[in-house]
């Protein structure tokens, strides 16, 4: 994929850079969110957190999409200017609730398992005697 910056824009009041990039994929499908993301994070040399991605466009037939994205100075100044993506959240907070639970779940595991060759130790010891 080659990139091309068309046009660059400060915008001082929201503390953000907005870019718009062309993007040659020849001969690919249209890329994903994550790989312009990554694409415009090594062009800017800017941290792929502080970077929104605002739209992809393709034209029917053609191997170059057009790409408007938003590049913040801070986290700060990201947070407060982006939409809240609920649906994003919800699916963060459900991985991180799904990964505690697993970790419960194999301390509790992981006693049961110590315990039961000690038990049978005993036993093998009582067998002895």
């Known amino acids: 994929m080659s990139t091309k910056i ?3 824009t400060k915008q001082e009041l929201l503390k953000r850079t907005e870019v718009k990039l062309e993007l040659d994929h020849a001969k690919k499908p249209t890329p994903k ?6 694409e415009v994070a090594a062009i800017t040399k800017k941290d792929e957190k502080l970077i929104s991605i605002i739209q992809i466009t393709n034209k ?14 801070n ?6 200017a982006e ?5 994003k959240l919800l ?5 991180a609730v799904y990964e505690a639970k697993k970790a ?4 509790k595991e992981k006693p049961a398992e110590e315990e039961a060759p000690k038990e049978e130790t005993k036993t093998e010891e009582e067998a002895k005697e």
């Open 6 to 8: 068309i046009s660059e």
């Open 33 to 38: 969110t994550e790989e312009v993301l990554k």
């Open 60 to 73: 029917f037939g053609s191997n170059i999409a057009e790409v408007i994205a938003n590049i913040y100075d």
């Open 75 to 80: 986290e700060d100044a990201k947070t407060a």
């Open 83 to 87: 939409r809240i993506n609920k649906k």
């Open 91 to 95: 699916e963060e907070e459900r991985k």
């Open 104 to 107: 419960e779940q194999e301390t």
